[in-house]
């Protein structure tokens, strides 16, 4: 256990902020399924290690996003948060409060604080419903308000989420409405209980390139308002740029690196935050940047490396690095790397 990872974290300026959510070694592996021959042939359970002991902390109104390829566990990571699905192993504080294990009523009265914005607004909303009970049905499965009353509430969130008329918005099904109009729906409908941490997840990737900065500035607006806290899923470190405080990088289930946004942007450590960085594109053709080149594909997350997981695809690689895992440590005031390197 490396407690000592989140220990630093309380540190810094916990004076100021009170910490919202911490997660101590949180670990999620999947079995793999495996066809009924595969099963008669092989007694041996494999699973998927999607998240590997994973520790962060954020504070009360912050932005922490965890930034990654595909497959790298960000987001199992955000799922397991909110409690739709159940850690195999490692520990969740909301509040300060244990909400690991959480079950029936308590995790029903956890879920009014703690809500996640899903990636793709075409799925993520009920093709028979009305956008006005779609909203509201959350006011009434957590007993909040019905009838005319829900419908009052359902109208201010409709308007705070600039989808006005609210009465035009409220009667209509989401095929009716573009991709942006839905996100902002998904959006009004995870602030709707008055939540106090928010996890999302990928919440501008399908939609078109020119609404994005709108819905990030939406989100960022609401953030204000109500001094949320977000958990901010992306593969962009772009978009991460844009609205995060915190930034963690994750790679095969890891986090490889942590910092604050001007850290990772402008002292990037870990060679796999290097690369990801370099990717970005730049605006003016005539700026030099160093161009590092990722070797090969993402290994297995059934099988993974030895050692450091990215020794593989890693320009630096030691000995060292194939036989032992480099541990998350603090390097300087609030950024920690896992790198041999250092
Ligand atoms: Fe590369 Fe080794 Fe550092 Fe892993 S520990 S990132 S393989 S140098």
């Avoid at 946004?261 to 700026?287: C, D, G, M, W």
Wanted: net charge positive; proline share 6%; charged share 25%.
């Amino acid at each position: 256990m490396r407690l000592n990872q989140i220990i630093w974290l309380n540190a810094s300026d916990m004076m100021k902020r009170e910490v919202e959510l911490k997660v101590v070694n949180l670990k999620k592996y999947f079995p793999v399924q495996k066809s009924f021959l595969e099963r008669l042939f092989s007694k041996k359970i494999e699973y998927v290690q999607a998240v590997n002991e994973i520790s962060f902390q954020v504070k009360k109104g912050e932005v922490f996003s965890l930034v990654g390829e595909s497959g790298c566990g960000k987001t199992t990571t955000g799922r397991l948060i909110v409690r739709l699905i159940d850690p195999t192993g490692g520990k969740i504080f909301f509040k300060g409060k244990d909400v690991t294990s959480l079950k029936g009523e308590s995790l029903r009265e956890f879920r009014k604080y703690a809500q996640i914005i899903f990636q793709n607004p075409y799925a993520s909303l009920n093709p028979k419903m009305r956008i006005g009970e779609a909203m509201g049905d959350p006011l009434e499965i957590h007993g909040i308000a019905t009838g005319e009353k829900k419908k009052k509430i359902v109208f201010e969130m409709l308007e705070k989420v600039g989808l006005e008329p609210a009465k035009k918005f409220y009667g209509v099904y989401p095929f009716e409405l573009s991709g942006g109009q839905r996100q902002r729906i998904a959006i009004g409908r995870a602030m709707i209980l008055n939540p106090e941490l928010v996890v999302a997840d990928e919440p501008i990737s399908m939609i078109d390139v020119s609404l994005r900065a709108k819905i990030l500035e939406l989100m960022l607006t609401l953030k204000d308002e109500k001094n949320l806290t977000y958990i901010f899923i992306t593969h962009d470190l772009a978009v991460a740029k844009y609205i995060s405080d915190w930034i963690g990088i994750m790679y095969l289930g890891e986090i490889v690196e942590i910092g604050r946004k001007e850290q990772i942007f402008s002292t990037p450590l870990h060679p796999y935050t290097k690369a990801l960085l370099s990717a970005i594109p730049v605006p003016n053709p005539k700026r030099k940047r160093e161009d590092i080149q990722l070797k090969g594909e993402v290994p297995s997350s059934i099988n993974p490396p030895s050692g450091c997981k990215f020794h593989p695809r890693c320009n630096f690689a030691m000995e060292k690095c194939r036989s032992s895992k480099p541990p998350l440590q603090l390097l300087e005031k609030d950024h920690q790397v896992a790198c041999h390197l250092f």
